[in-house]
């Protein structure tokens, strides 16, 4: 059973940072970071494959946010720089073993969700 497990997130006033971290309980998953506002869809943030060699982002938050991992320590980060108060969500990171797509469809395991707030 692959479980997901993110925690970092919190209230932050516009322009701060917060790390995102997702402790995951496989290897060689393709990583991802969606995020869901209230009465929105979820959407793609952010993913990175396993080797940690190819990663990509949604418009919004390039140059602003960093996907990274460390599989040593099975944990993937977002690190969250520029705040805005559009990024107010629930942010989720997935697990997709195979294609590291941007599609919410793709990924097969998804942890319970850290809220970021963004005061403007």
């Known amino acids: 059973q692959v479980q997901l497990l993110e925690s970092g997130g919190g209230l932050v006033q516009a322009g701060g940072s917060l790390r995102l971290s997702c402790a995951v309980s496989?290897?060689?998953?393709?990583m991802g970071w969606f995020r869901q506002a209230p009465g929105k869809e979820r959407e793609f943030v952010a993913a990175?494959?396993?080797?940690?060699?190819?990663?990509s982002y949604a418009d919004p938050v390039k140059d602003r946010f960093t996907i990274s991992r460390d599989n040593p320590k099975n944990t993937v980060y977002l690190q969250m720089n520029s705040l805005k108060s559009e990024d107010t969500a629930v942010y989720y990171c997935?697990?997709?073993?195979?294609?590291?797509?941007?599609?919410?469809?793709?990924?097969?395991?998804w942890g319970q969700g850290t809220q970021v707030t963004v005061s403007s």
């Open positions: 997935a697990a997709d073993s195979s294609t590291c797509s941007r599609f919410v469809s793709e990924y097969n395991y």
């Open positions: 496989v290897s060689r998953y393709c």
């Open positions: 990175v494959s396993w080797s940690g060699g190819t990663r």
